[in-house]
């Protein structure tokens, strides 16, 4: 397990050189990330908190053949670092430096998702177990007491627990939800809106996970309240179409439904939602449908992983449903995963000999380096509500006021 989440084992420390290195006329590859990086004000050796402190020599070599594979990778070894690494990354984004680097490896993902369905039903399981069933007392100890790890909705909002009862809430009104409903929560984590539903609006709540660790533990915390928890994936949900629900929420799932099973989603959720009823669609997303994940964040934290574009969305649920709204509030990322940060290396001490030092370089990497991405506005985070055909007289979204 640890050699698939952390990958080769890092260099010895006899291999990196003491001295941060600096571009000079005989390092023509260090020579051009320096230029390169120059595009987005960041100096190589500098003092500023997102300018880049290079360890190895090869480190530049590294970038320029696998681009973001190499640069978080390079990151994990200890080859570099940064004070700011979010800052960095929102820089390199803005500068669209990505753009430049490593084109060879994003052709060759993107073409790989072309090419097959990489969330079919024999992989859909990877991600739970990689990522997901890292332990429920590592994501205790990172997220709030909610355990929500989605963004929270930060507009009234001081802490990361107000944030997530404030999007928890906010989802409920969407939803206008009542006392008795049934709401089936399609990847429905460790039970955080489910919970909420049960508690505040009275809700009877079936959610559905592929996470093991998820399942048992999010049953124990909802014990005596209307949540039923199923260990499945959404396509082998109810295959004898027997149940009905009055809403369905999917919150920060989509991203690993993949473009080529959009259609499929959206089709067994129009099923399994009565006539006046509504879905609401929690999920990151992409500026561009054609822009494939990232290389590295597909490798060492989602595998599988898929971002849809707010036009493949609307394509796949034209079908069956009607759009009544849609919120974006991506830029709430960027401060929902800076507090996560706060928390992890916070609470690393009691993970540290677990983990290891490679895993800590590589989680604190994926927090800071996603939220540079929302902070660059390269991802946005969209709330869609949905209705079969169509809310009597118009749907009017709530106030941000709970």
């Known amino acids: ?12 420390a006899d291999t990196r050189t003491k001295a941060p290195h600096r571009p000079g006329p005989l390092d023509p590859a260090l020579s051009a990330i320096a230029v390169l990086l120059a595009e987005a004000d960041i100096e190589i050796g500098g003092e500023r ?49 990505d753009e430049k680097v490593g084109a060879t490896a994003l052709m060759v993902q993107g073409l790989r ?37 989605t963004c929270g909705y930060w507009a009234q909002a ?28 399609i990847g429905c984590g460790w039970g955080s809106l489910m919970k909420f539903a049960a508690e505040r609006y009275g809700a009877d709540c079936i959610g559905l996970t592929i996470s093991r660790e998820q399942a048992e533990h999010g049953q124990m915390r909802c014990s005596g309240l209307p949540v039923a928890f199923r260990l499945q994936d959404y396509r082998q949900f109810d295959r004898d179409d ?16 993949g473009h080529k099973n959009h259609r499929a989603f959206f089709k067994i959720a129009r099923r399994h939602l009565k006539e006046d009823g509504l879905l609401l669609l929690h999920t990151i997303g992409k500026n561009r449908r054609r822009n494939p994940i990232d290389p590295w964040i597909e490798r060492y934290i989602f595998p599988n992983g898929d971002l849809p574009s707010l036009g493949q969305i609307a394509d796949s649920s034209e079908n069956g449903f009607i759009t009544e709204d849609v919120h974006n509030f991506g ?6 995963l ?6 992890f290396e916070a609470a690393w001490p009691h993970f540290a000999t677990r983990y290891g030092e490679r895993f800590r370089r590589m989680w604190r990497y994926y927090l800071l ?10 991802n946005q985070l969209w709330q869609v509500v949905l209705s079969p055909r169509g809310v009597v007289g118009g749907y009017r979204r709530p106030s941000e006021s709970c």
């Open 369 to 378: 380096a996603c939220a540079g991405t929302f902070r660059a506005r390269s």
């Open 242 to 257: 027997s149940e009905r629900f009055d809403r369905i929420a999917s919150i920060g799932m989509f991203e690993h439904v």
């Open 1 to 12: 397990m640890e050699q698939t989440r952390n990958g080769p084992a890092p260099p010895s």
């Open 113 to 149: 998702a072309r090419l097959f369905n990489l969330q079919n039903m024999r992989r859909t399981w990877k991600v739970g177990q990689m990522h997901y069933d890292l332990g429920n007392n590592f994501f205790e100890a990172m997220l709030d007491g909610h355990l929500a790890y």
């Open 158 to 185: 001081d802490t990361l627990e107000d944030a997530q009862t404030a999007k928890l809430d906010l989802i409920c009104r969407k939803l206008r939800l009542e006392p008795g409903m049934r709401l089936l929560d």
């Open 338 to 343: 800076l507090a996560w940060h706060a928390r």
């Open 49 to 97: 908190p997102w300018d880049m402190l290079i360890h190895h020599p090869q480190t530049a070599d590294r970038i320029l053949a696998r681009g973001s594979l190499g640069l978080g990778e390079s990151y994990m070894d200890g080859w570099w670092d940064c004070a700011q690494l979010d800052e960095f990354i929102a820089r390199v984004l803005i500068a669209r430096l």
């Open 331 to 336: 830029a709430d990322y960027d401060r929902t």
